[in-house]
Nanobody, 123 residues
Framework: QVQLVESGGGLVQVGGSLRLSCAAS????????MGWFRQAPGKEREFVAA????????YYTDSVKGRFTISRDNAKNTANLQMNSLKPEDTAVYYC????????????????WGQGTQVTVSS
């Protein structure tokens, strides 16, 4: 049974930082691209960042480039999202996902999803 469990969300002020983690089990983690998506109230789930199976390729949506950094540790079966200079528009539920894809910018490219963790940026 595949499980992806996110942690690290919370309430932070504008300009602050958070580090999200995704712990994976039940799959051969090292062959999956890992992605982070987010969904704000009343909006569709959107791509945030992805990292290829070996970590050599990283991809970001334009609005987070230079502020967010995705990483992975295949020995620990974890994927992380370091979020700096947070803005109110970053407020959303953040989901990690695993898929057999190259860059994975759409939800349909991911087979497995976590339950999500809330990130709230207050002004």
């Amino acid at each position: 049974q595949v499980q992806l469990v996110e942690s690290g969300g919370g309430l932070v002020q504008v300009g602050g930082s958070l580090r999200l983690s995704c712990a994976a089990s039940g799959l051969l983690f090292s062959v999956y691209t890992m992605g982070w998506f987010r969904q704000a109230p009343g909006k569709e789930r959107e791509f945030v960042a992805a990292i290829s199976w070996g970590g050599g390729g990283t991809y970001y949506t334009d609005s987070v480039k230079g502020r967010f950094t995705i990483s992975r540790d295949n020995a620990k079966n974890t994927a992380n999202l370091q979020m700096n200079s947070l803005k109110p528009e970053d407020t959303a539920v953040y989901y990690c996902a695993a898929g057999r894809t190259l860059s994975g910018r759409t939800t349909g490219q991911y087979a497995y999803w976590g339950q999500g963790t809330q990130v709230t940026v207050s002004s």
